[in-house]
T-cell receptor, first 115, second 113 residues
Framework: AAGVIQSPRHLIKEKRETATLKCYPIPRHDTVYWYQQGPGQDPQFLISFYEKMQSDKGSIPDRFSAQQFSDYHSELNMSSLELGDSALYFC??????????????FGPGTRLTVL | AQSVTQPDIHITVSEGASLELRCNYSYGATPYLFWYVQSPGQGLQLLLKYFSGDTLVQGIKGFEAEFKRSQSSFNLRKPSVHWSDAAEYFCAVGGTGANNLFFGTGTRLTVIP
């Protein structure tokens, strides 16, 4: 079965650089979520999109932005990177229109290291 | 406010012993509850979920969890632990629709021979 695809899997950036993380949801899934997991931490919700519109916003810094495109893939754009942005970034997708029982399927994550 | 508490940061059990990982939640509406497992440097794998119905749910790898509304708990159990179960376990709560998940801080499981 198809799973959530995230690219790249690993990314190394310098401070103050920008980064773009991509997420390709499971086919037919209409909702995408982004989570950030710092070292030794639990995943923290950043932002979500339903049918290409932002549906919820969590602890996402103003330096970050995201969008969902017409093909339902999503991109997380991160600017002015800081050392503290080093983390594992997860994307998850679900089929919200399927009736509310939206189980989130997680991708393998993108490990971002900021030097 | 929504929150999930996993009181045990680290648990060590012997291989073959039984296991129970605790999870308490706070949620303003009908909760959907999940347990995820994460191996080092890996993604999150869903072990089991509770939406409604039977309060004892079965999951993969021999895990089960029981939803107790009166105690706001959703504890994870396994009768006999295998060395390959060593990982980080996260309890999460969510709601209906496109709602994000709230995770607990995780419980690290170590399995000794």
């Amino acid at each position: 079965a198809a799973g959530v695809i995230q690219s790249p899997r690993h990314l190394i950036k310098e401070k103050r650089e920008t980064a773009t993380l991509k997420c390709y949801p499971i086919p037919r899934h209409d909702t995408v979520y982004w989570y950030q997991q710092g070292p030794g931490q639990d995943p923290q919700f950043l932002i979500s999109f339903y049918e290409k519109m932002q549906s919820d916003k969590g602890s996402i810094p103003d330096r970050f932005s995201a969008q969902q495109f017409s093909d339902y893939h999503s991109e997380l754009n991160m600017s002015s990177l800081e050392l503290g942005d080093s983390a594992l970034y997860f994307c998850a997708s679900s089929w919200t229109s399927g009736g509310g029982r939206d189980e989130q399927f997680f991708g393998p994550g993108t490990r971002l290291t900021v030097l | 406010a929504q929150s999930v508490t996993q009181p045990d940061i680290h648990i060590t059990v012997s291989e073959g012993a039984s296991l129970e990982l605790r999870c308490n939640y706070s949620y303003g509406a009908t909760p959907y509850l999940f347990w995820y497992v994460q191996s080092p440097g890996q993604g999150l794998q869903l072990l089991l979920k509770y939406f409604s119905g039977d309060t004892l749910v079965q999951g993969i790898k021999g895990f089960e969890a029981e939803f107790k509304r009166s105690q706001s708990s959703f504890n994870l159990r396994k009768p006999s632990v295998h060395w390959s179960d060593a990982a980080e376990y996260f309890c999460a709560v969510g709601g209906t629709g496109a709602n994000n998940l709230f995770f607990g801080t995780g419980t690290r499981l170590t399995v000794i021979p």
